[in-house]
C-alpha cells in the first residue's frame, strides 16, 4: 500500500533506496521507483544519505528502528511497532534521545470516518463492542500489482524464522504454540488496530477482565473496562468468503455510533459511519448513514509522517502511543494464561524489564 502512495506524494517526499531480502521483490519495487538504490542489508541502506525510513518488515522492527534513529534519520515503523513491550522502549528511547520521530503506521487512525467519529462520539457510553470477522486476504489484493517470490537465501530466511520466535516466545513467557501464534498473527498484526482505536477513543483502559482463545487459533475475546464504559472486543476468522468486517460500535443511553471498515486493500473505499439516535420514553427514533470522504487512509498516514517531521511535532501515533498497544497485547496473552484480570494493562512498566524514562 504504501508504494503507490510514495509514488503520489512525489511532492513531500523522494525515494532515495530501496531494501529487501528478496532481489525479485526489489526489482518489481523499482519499476515504481527506477531511480532509487536497491539493496539487500539494511545495513547498507542507512548508510544513503536519506532524512527517513520507512521500516515495512514482518519480523521485528527493533534493530533497524533503533539504528535509523541513532543515525539521525526520522522512522516510520508499520504495525506492530515491535514483538514486546522492551523492544518499543529501546525504540522510544533512541529515537528520543536523537531527537528524531518515531510514527507507528496505524491508518485506520487517519481514516476520515475515524476522525469524525472522533468527533461525534456519544457522551456517557456505557458499551464499546468491537468486532472483527476476518476472511482471506487474496481476494482483496488480487487487483495490486504484487510479486510473489521464492529466492530470499534459505539460511537468511531461516535466520529471520528463528530470530521471530525467539522474540515471541520470550514476549509471552511460554512455549505454548497455540498462544504464540495469536499473540503473533491476531493480537499484533490484526487487534492491535482496534485495540489502539478503542484507546484513542475511551482513553486507557483500567482493567482487563477476560480473555479467552480457542481454535488453532480461530478466535479471541477480551473484555475490558474504560473509565465508565465496558468494552468487548471479538476477533474471529471466517476463511470460507471474503467478507471481510471490522466494526467499532458504542452505545449510550441517547445515542448509538457504529464505523464499519472495509478490507484496509481496497484503496479509496470509504469507511461507513453510522449514527443512531431518538427521543427518549417514546417511539421515535432516527438513523443516519455516512460516508465521509473517498481520500485514504494509508496515504493521510504518509501525510501525518511529512507534517510531523516539517513542524517538528509528534505524530498522533507516535512511539509511545504504540508502546502502550504492546502492553495490552502482553497483558492479554498473561491474562489468558493466568486466568485473572489485569489493572491497568495498558502500562508498559508491567511488561518491561528494561528501565522506562
Sequence with gaps: MHLPHLRELDDRFE???????????????????PDAKLVQDWHELLAEELNAVLVLTHGTHEPIAVAAAEAGLHVFVEKPMALSVDEGLAMVSAAEEAGVCLMVGYMKRYDPAFVRLAELLPDRIRLARVTTLESPLGPYVAHHSLVLTDDVDPGRLAEVT???????????GTDDEVLARTYRSVLLDSMVHELNAVRALLGEPSELRFVDVWGAPDGVTATFAFD???????????????RYQGELAFYAPEARATLSFPSPFLRNAPTRLVLEGGVARTAEAWREERDVSYHEA???ELVELHEAITEGRPPRTDGRDGLRDLALCQSIARAFLDGRPVPFPSDPELHATRALH
Design 15 to 33: 525515494v532515495r533506496a530501496l531494501c529487501d531480502l528478496s532481489p525479485a521483490a526489489l526489482a518489481h519495487a523499482a519499476r515504481t521507483f
Design 162 to 172: 528463528e530470530d521471530d520466535t525467539r522474540r515471541v516466545r520470550a514476549a509471552i
Design 228 to 242: 465508565g464504559p465496558e468494552a468487548v472486543f471479538a476477533w474471529v476468522d471466517l476463511p470460507g468468503i471474503a
Design 298 to 300: 494509508f496515504k493521510l
